[in-house]
T-cell receptor
Framework: GNSVTQMEGPVTLSEEAFLTINCTYT??????LFWYVQYPGEGLQLLLK?????DKGSNKGFEATYRKETTSFHLEKGSVQVSDSAVYFC?????????FGAGTRLTVKP | DAGVIQSPRHEVTEMGQEVTLRCKPI?????LFWYRQTMMRGLELLIY????????DSGMPEDRFSAKMPNASFSTLKIQPSEPRDSAVYFC???????????????FGPGTRLTVL
């Protein structure tokens, strides 16, 4: 079946630090992959996505590359800001099935 | 566009009562999703619709939960009877179909915080 496993949090970083949140998936075929972000008290918002192998999604300084050989879609940002503090969810859609990871809470301190 | 609209934003009810949550998707979107979020279980997909037809309801926890989408602009999630363990934030989301025939970016509503006493 389809599943998403992402790095457990919480993650605490200082401003301008490098961020990596790991995400791996299990799926047959070619799923679409997503990263969503949830700010306190709000619904999820799409951060970036990739629909085929080797695609790189990017937005607001965040990047993730669809790696089929390692079944991964790790989220990275070179220099985090306090405003990036939120919960980040990795997700996939495959064969009429939508799956989200457990979420990783990121706190960025000034 | 107003985005996905959910009502009510907060609901407090007593065990055994019927609860109805409402969602208005973004106009023109083909897919509608219902999710439940709790600290213990994270974000769970309950059910989703494509063109008003339920596609996958395997996430609906039990028969006390039901969802309908009578038309393209309205959906309900009903819990009858409600129990304290149903307390959670319930999100509705909608999306267009992507170029590869799957749901594209999902747009989430603000959620309904349900408390069952």
């Amino acid at each position: 079946g389809n599943s998403v496993t992402q790095m457990e949090g919480p993650v605490t970083l200082s401003e301008e630090a490098f961020l990596t949140i790991n995400c791996t998936y299990t799926a047959t075929g070619y799923p679409s992959l997503f990263w969503y972000v949830q700010y306190p008290g709000e619904g999820l918002q799409l951060l970036l996505k990739a629909t085929k192998a080797d695609d790189k999604g990017s937005n607001k300084g965040f990047e993730a590359t669809y790696r089929k050989e390692t079944t991964s879609f790790h989220l990275e940002k070179g220099s985090v800001q306090v405003s990036d503090s939120a919960v980040y969810f990795c997700a996939l859609y495959n064969n009429n099935d939508m799956r989200f990871g457990a979420g990783t809470r990121l706190t960025v301190k000034p | 566009d107003a985005g996905v609209i959910q009502s009510p934003r907060h609901e407090v009810t007593e065990m055994g009562q019927e609860v109805t949550l409402r969602c208005k998707p973004i106009s023109g979107h083909d897919y509608l999703f219902w999710y439940r979020q709790t600290m213990m279980r994270g974000l769970e997909l309950l059910i989703y619709f494509n063109n008003n037809v339920p596609i996958d309801d395997s996430g609906m926890p039990e028969d006390r939960f039901s969802a309908k989408m009578p038309n393209a602009s309205f959906s309900t999630l009903k819990i009858q009877p409600s129990e304290p363990r149903d307390s959670a934030v319930y999100f509705c989301a909608s999306s267009l179909v992507s170029g590869v025939g799957s749901p594209d970016t999902q747009y989430f509503g603000p959620g309904t915080r349900l408390t069952v006493l």
